[in-house]
């Protein structure tokens, strides 16, 4: 399997008519990840204004696929209630704010604080 035949990208091919070895790309071909025609998904906003809604209905799944991704991205810093005293500042990192300041709280659209963002 190491000496298999294949084609590189860019070079010149016997193979096809045209000596090239990629084919043209098919018109209207979106590369997979990049079709962001739902403003409100992909940018949080509606109207370029901040959303107030969800783009997607909340459901039992929805909310325990949120609470995954703050245990991993979120949760080592702010920490698993949101106090900020992640096992990072265990480790002498500075303290990120607590995500139960009124000042986030309050920010449009965020119903708990663990939807507030980090700054």
């Known amino acids: 399997m190491h000496d298999q035949p294949k084609y590189v990208p860019l070079r010149q091919s016997t193979f096809f008519n045209d000596a090239r070895s990629a084919r043209p790309i098919v018109e209207g071909t979106v590369a997979r990840g990049q079709l962001r025609e739902d403003e409100l998904m992909y940018t949080?906003?509606?109207?370029?204004?901040?959303?107030?809604?969800?783009?997607?209905p909340v459901d039992a799944a929805v909310m325990?696929?949120?609470?995954?991704r703050f245990n991993?991205?979120?949760?080592?810093?702010?920490?698993?209630?949101?106090l900020g005293d992640g096992m990072i500042v265990r480790r002498g990192?500075?303290?990120?704010?607590?995500?139960?300041?009124?000042?986030l709280r309050r920010i449009a659209g965020r119903s708990s604080p663990t939807s507030a963002p980090c700054s």
């Open 64 to 68: 325990a696929r949120g609470q995954q």
């Open 72 to 82: 991993i991205y979120c949760s080592p810093c702010h920490g698993r209630t949101g």
């Open 93 to 103: 990192y500075r303290h990120p704010p607590s995500l139960h300041l009124d000042r």
């Open 44 to 56: 949080g906003k509606a109207n370029g204004q901040d959303a107030t809604l969800f783009p997607m």
